[in-house]
């Protein structure tokens, strides 16, 4: 089964998405900061059979409006409700990783009565962290923009499935592969993550909720274990063998967890 393409459009922001169709319970899955919709693609692919997927380019990002005003925490929920209204999608689970997943912790804990359950890849409610926009200039910065291929984006974006999926968010020129994203709308996307925690509206989220960690991921097992404690009902797992992206190392350990979890909200 293949996807179609929406258009939403809130306060004068194009949004565009990938619907897989299916039947059941809608999922909406957010992808982190400087990625793409496609990055959801095997994924997608896999729970369409039994429920209603749809995956979002960012304001931002991939085909979505390139050149936001407004990069606020605010905005991006503002855009998963829009999503959710206009696509009648009703009360979806959120799936979100790294950015996405503080996206969609921030849009449950803002509209209980709209998110039926939440999964967190590789995200958590954060910390202040004055360096992160720069950092992350930085490394935008060392891309060796244009690529001459994908198949070099993708060698210099870590190989294997993770440089793949990355490079699948690229677009052609006419001198060869570039970004869908702006480096300066990227690092003020960070603006507000950098300064403070996330914590309170964290302990807001009422709904059932997953958390799924890399093996080598970014989030601190004190981080971890404050998100436990503060929320004990949570569910949590950490995925063996995996890093950061691990929606594109191991798709088929997502799946498994994310339909064991699905099929227990019944």
Known sequence: MGWSEHVVVRDGVRLVCRDWGGPGQPVILLH????????????AGSLCSRY??????????????RHPQDVSRAAHVAD??????????????????????HTAMLTAAAH???????????????????NAPEDIGRWLDSWPTPFPSREEAAAFLGG???????????????????PRFDRDVMVRSLAENARRSFRHEWGQVACPTLVVLAQAGIIPAREADEMLRQRPA???????????????EQPEILHTALSDFLEGLS
Do not use: I
Request: charged share 15%; net charge negative; no cysteine.
């Open 160 to 178: 294997g499935p993770v440089g793949a999926g990355w490079a699948a968010g690229l677009e052609e020129r006419e001198d060869g592969w570039w």
């Open 52 to 65: 209603r997927v749809l995956a979002v380019d960012q304001r931002g990002h991939g085909a979505s409006e």
């Open 80 to 101: 998963v409700v829009a999503v959710a209204d206009q696509l009648a999608l009703r009360r979806p689970v959120l799936v979100g990783q790294s950015l996405g997943g």
């Open 32 to 43: 982190g900061l400087a990625g793409h919709a496609g990055e959801w693609d095997a994924l």
């Open 234 to 248: 949570t569910l949590s797992m950490s995925a063996p063998g995996t890093s950061h992206d691990l929606h594109l």
């Open 112 to 130: 209980p009565a709209l998110v039926r359950a939440l999964v967190l890849v590789e995200a958590g409610p954060g910390g202040p962290n004055p």
